[in-house]
């Protein structure tokens, strides 16, 4: 899946045919109904030799100064980073953006910044180190929705009840 796909998703269902899409923020978009389909719980990913990465744990005030590897404007993972650095009263310099998880921590893992990575991402490599962000919630979620004021089909309702039953992580 490509992770271009939320930033157009959240528009998609203003088009006449479409009946439902995956939105990673539904409060954006005019839906008659959506499910969360999957929580994506993110943490901060330092370069192994950065002096941070001696522990295992961050405030996001912490973090100023960094120079920050993040996505577009649109990517749901950024309007979750948005927003908790905003709660936090954090102010963080994004000094490169990335469209791939991967190349995200290829940079963090090369010193070229510090990115944050949802926790099934981080690279095992020994370039990375992750630490749990202990002030604010850097988690996403994923939600199917439906578009308002259309009657979605028996195999759009099937295709939902499918992701429904596969996806099992919804703490």
Known sequence: MSWQIYITNR???KCDDVRASWVSDKGRVSVAE????LRVPQVLVVPADHPPAVR???TLAE??????IDYPL???NRTANDRAFDAAGVERVITMEATDVSAAAEFVAHGLGVTILPTRTVP???GCKAL???DQSLEWALHVATAEHRRISAATSALIGMADDFVDDRS
């Open 11 to 13: 528009h998609i269902l």
């Open 34 to 37: 959506s499910g969360l389909l």
């Open 56 to 58: 295992d744990t961050v």
């Open 63 to 68: 973090t100023v100064g960094e120079s920050f």
């Open 74 to 76: 649109g990517y749901g």
């Open 124 to 126: 095992k490599a020994a």
């Open 132 to 134: 749990t962000v202990t």
